[in-house]
């Protein structure tokens, strides 16, 4: 068949009318859904299959009407029906008609859908928007006589919100929001509402006395600051874990929140039968979620251990205790082998005793991410929770670690919103919302963000050293200085306060003044945690280049000393090799210091961990300033300027500003470089 009898076929077959006609009524029937699904609640899954549906249909009528025609004896396969016999076509004015008359609908609903009133975006200032299954739990007032009983009290309300916020129905508000409401004073509510984004709030109190508890809990519309619900529970301690859950589930029904079963499971679980063991692991509970200071970390992991030598079978407080250890290892103030295997021994405890515990499978998620670097293995097992574990901010925070590790900056930006939105108003997660800004070198949004942080915490001395540090990433040292000058009262030894304080000094080049800030801060332990124990090699900087060479020699020796003492009990750690490399650098001993470069590149490569990798080329290329070696270091530098990382990342100002870059100055490709924006 040519193309010209082809097409008069399928003329004559009206196969191009039922075309047309299909695709109008298809396109009216799919407006019509998508304003009738959302109104009964349909899940998104319905619309997806109504236009795959559609669209199967399409190719069968065009099907349908090539191999049938319409006769007065009823449908025929066209190849039977004889050519004297009448059938029946559709009139050019019926088939106009029929189009006129769905067009006018489609319009109608065109219309329909762009004049109506749009909803304005949901925003945490207007609660009018939020889902009426929306909730925070407000830390709760200790009334015991004994205040030490207040991480019982906190412990209480974390276990709630934690039920709460295992209910997929439901939105809660993650932990780190709702404790800047602190109990015991007096607290707008509706005002509350409005900044979480929610439309109710359970507050309450704890009153322990020997082996009872009382529990007060009230559920309170924060549109109207109405009371909805409020009961007492006036228990023996050991049955805190009934009132927990039918707090829970009581909540879920004022709510109209439907509990599946699975959910039910989880809230009828009762962790351990041993008070005691219960009240240690709410102790180190209470610990553990304050942050990451050595002094909270070792005293919760201590707590824990008491928790799980009281019950050996208390499978939750296995599970924290695994984190604890990760994160003392993680951190740097623990990073012996037999930290690292109490770690997988706790973790495999709690494996044996509950594998299908949520807080099991996030322990081992952070293990996989903390411990053994397996960040797919990480986000794996993070995947599989996010069902089951809906409200959990941690949950997509860590997913978006791991995807920054591997260089998927964009997405890894999502999951931090994602985390945002559960929880809105936590001070740590903003601020890494912030450094992820710096990373991907978008230093005016992370200025924004740290506005933000300082609305929500005003005077945070390490959100205004976070801000200071982008200043000075983008070569802006006056504005650096007077955020670090607006600082009234650091915490104790904070890491980041030290070190921004310090890079302002050595870009300034007022570097005996700097000497002076940072011998006096090595003393604190704060400054042994993660990568800021490299600051010893700033500090014996800042003493060289202000003329005591002496002091500046026996500063990298004692800190070399440690690093090579830590080395010989963790051979394959490449984090503990950078920071060696660097010193021997210092000290001149070129040979070691390339040595153990090359090393830690060759055991986090780029291709494993993008961000840990980039800061060790940046130490690679620092290194190589310092022993001449001007080729590799403009090498790395020039891909380094062109990729994202950190916190922060080199920039041109950074090159021209620091003095580490002064033996490279004279040389026009280091020159091109720097004299980027």
């Known amino acids: 068949m040519n193309p010209g009898n082809f097409f008069s076929e399928l003329k004559r077959r009206n196969v191009y009318k039922v075309a047309v006609a299909y695709a109008v009524i298809s396109w009216l029937l799919i407006q019509a859904a998508s304003i009738l699904l959302p109104t009964f609640e349909a899940p998104a899954w319905v619309m997806k299959a109504f236009v795959v549906v559609i669209a199967v249909g399409f190719v069968l009528a065009l099907v349908i009407a090539w191999a049938f025609e319409m006769t007065p004896e009823g449908m025929k396969r066209t190849e039977d029906v004889r050519p004297d016999e009448k059938i029946p076509q559709w009139s050019r004015r019926k088939f106009a008609a029929l189009i006129l008359v769905i ?5 109608a609903l065109l219309g329909y859908q762009v004049f109506r009133a749009k909803p304005e975006p949901v925003n945490s200032s207007d609660v009018s928007n939020v889902s009426l299954k929306s909730i925070a739990v407000l830390p709760f007032e200790n009334l015991s006589e004994d205040k030490a009983n207040a991480y019982f009290a906190d412990g209480i309300q974390d276990e709630i919100l934690t039920d709460l916020a295992k209910i997929g129905a439901l939105k ?14 007096e607290r707008n509510l509706v005002k509350i509402g409005q900044e979480l984004g929610v439309a109710h709030l359970l507050e309450g109190s704890v009153q322990r006395a020997n082996d009872r508890v009382r529990v007060n809990a009230q559920l309170i519309d924060a549109r109207t600051d109405t009371h909805l619900w409020a009961q007492t529970y006036d228990r023996d301690l050991a049955d805190v874990f009934a009132i927990q859950s039918e707090i829970a589930k009581a909540i879920a029904e004022q709510l109209k929140a439907k509990i599946t079963g699975v959910e039910q499971n989880e809230l ?18 209470s610990l553990y979620v304050r942050g990451f200071s050595p002094a909270d970390l070792i005293s919760s992991t201590k707590s824990l251990e008491e928790a799980v030598r009281l019950d050996p079978s208390f499978a939750q407080a296995w599970a924290l205790l695994a984190r604890g250890h990760a994160n003392l290892y993680f951190f740097g103030l623990d990073t012996t082998p037999e930290r690292r295997e109490a770690a997988r021994q706790a973790l495999a405890t709690a494996e044996r005793l509950r594998p299908d515990l949520a807080e099991t499978q996030l322990a081992r998620a952070w293990y996989f991410f903390r411990i053994e670097r397996d960040y797919e293995g990480a986000k794996r097992v993070c995947e599989a929770l996010r069902p089951r574990w809906p409200n959990n901010s941690e949950v997509p925070t860590l997913i978006s670690y791991v995807l920054e590790r591997q260089g998927r900056f964009t997405e890894s930006e999502a999951y931090l919103q994602e985390a945002l939105n559960l929880d809105p108003r936590s001070v740590p997660l903003r601020k890494i919302f912030g450094l992820d800004a710096i990373h991907r070198r978008q230093f005016d949004e992370a200025l924004k963000r740290y506005d933000r942080v300082l609305e929500i915490a005003p005077g945070d001395s390490e959100a205004i050293a976070m801000k200071a540090v982008a200043y000075q990433t983008m070569g802006d040292l006056d504005n650096a200085e007077a955020m670090l000058a607006s600082i009234q009262s650091p915490a104790p030894g904070d890491a980041w306060v030290t070190w921004a304080l310090l890079r302002q000094e050595f870009f300034r080049r007022r570097y005996q003044k700097g000497a002076s800030i940072g011998q006096s801060a090595l003393a604190s332990p704060e400054l042994q945690v993660g990568r800021f124990r490299t600051l ?15 002091g500046a020699v026996a500063t990298y020796t004692q800190e070399r000393g440690k690093l090579e003492s830590t080395l010989k009990q ?9 920071d060696l490399a660097e010193l021997y650098a210092a000290l001149g001993e070129k040979t070691p210091a390339i040595e153990n470069a090359e090393h830690a590149l060759a055991l986090r490569p780029e291709s494993q961990d993008v961000l840990i990798a980039r800061r060790y080329l940046e130490a690679r290329a620092r290194i190589a300033a310092r022993i001449g070696e001007t080729d590799r270091a403009i090498e790395i530098l020039r891909h380094l300027l062109t990729v994202p990382y950190g916190p922060p990342p080199i920039t041109p100002a950074l090159l021209r500003l620091d003095p580490i870059w002064d033996p490279l100055r004279n040389d026009p490709r280091f020159q091109k470089l720097a004299g980027g924006k």
């Open 536 to 550: 010893s090699l700033l500090v014996g900087d800042l003493q060289r280049l202000s003329g005591d060479s002496q």
């Open 172 to 185: 809660v508000i993650s932990r780190s929001s709702v404790m800047h409401y602190k109990s015991g004073v």
């Open 570 to 578: 963790q051979p394959d750690n490449p984090d503990v090799m950078i």
């Open 268 to 285: 009828a679980s009762r962790p351990t039968s041993n008070p005691e063991a219960y009240d240690a692991y709410l102790k180190g509970l």
């Open 103 to 107: 067009t006018i609908c489609a319009a």
